[in-house]
């Protein structure tokens, strides 16, 4: 990190002969900016999985859509420790809230849950270094070695075989989205029904 700082001051050209001014007024100016890591997650952060047939969706059991991915990169001033928290905007939703996202409910019949959302972090690297994902279940206190990232977990990252995370600069990872519609006999579906997952990715520093 940069930080500048400038100095600022008016000299006031007299006569030799002028009388000189008893002060002078000189200002000190300048920001000093925190540290910060920045994320970025790519197609804008949107999976739209277009339009779904229903006689596509099993009867009695959840049905899995194709995985997809997104590219996520953290970038940080300096290396620094952090960790990424999955928030669920659609918690009320989820069948299993510790382990799943919600996908929203149905707007024609709103006590109808449409299904579930996982996230998992594949080959991230740090540094251009290879690096494992680690989960902590209780705000960084202890950690596993875990790629799945349920809601409210802290996921951090570091070099494999560590126990803990490791400060990083630059990390860049895949992040994979699987989703899952609720079984059809559980889903009101004479018209359109819109899916409605919604995530935020929190980054946390340790």
């Not at 002028?18 to 300048?30: D, F, K, P, R, W």
């Not at 299993?96 to 972090?121: I, K, M, Q, S």
């Not at 902590?136 to 990252?157: I, N, R, V």
Request: net charge negative; hydrophobic share 45%.
């Amino acid at each position: 990190m940069k930080t500048f700082i400038r100095l600022c001051a008016t000299l006031l050209l007299l006569p030799f002969n002028a009388m000189a001014a008893a002060s002078v007024e000189l200002t000190v100016a300048g920001k000093i900016t925190p540290d910060a890591c920045h994320v970025i997650l790519g197609d804008e952060g949107t999976i739209d999985h277009g339009k779904i047939a229903v006689h596509h969706l099993d009867l009695d059991e959840f049905t899995p859509l194709p995985s997809r991915s997104l590219a996520l990169s953290i970038q940080c001033s300096r290396p620094m420790l952090f960790a990424l928290v999955g928030i669920d905007d659609r918690a009320n939703s989820s069948h299993a809230p510790g382990f799943f996202y919600g996908l929203g409910t149905n707007v024609h019949a709103p006590e109808e849950r449409l299904g579930a959302v996982a996230l998992t972090f594949e080959n991230p690297m740090g540094d251009n270094q290879p690096m494992q994902a680690l989960a902590s279940g209780d705000k960084g206190e202890t950690w596993k070695a875990q790629a799945a990232a349920a809601p409210g977990l802290y996921m951090g990252f570091a070099l494999p075989g560590d126990r803990q995370p490791d400060f990083i600069g630059q990390l860049h990872t895949q992040l994979r989205i699987d989703t899952s519609i609720n079984a059809r006999r559980a889903l009101t579906l004479g018209n359109e029904v819109p899916l409605d997952g919604a995530i935020v990715l929190d980054l946390r520093y340790l």
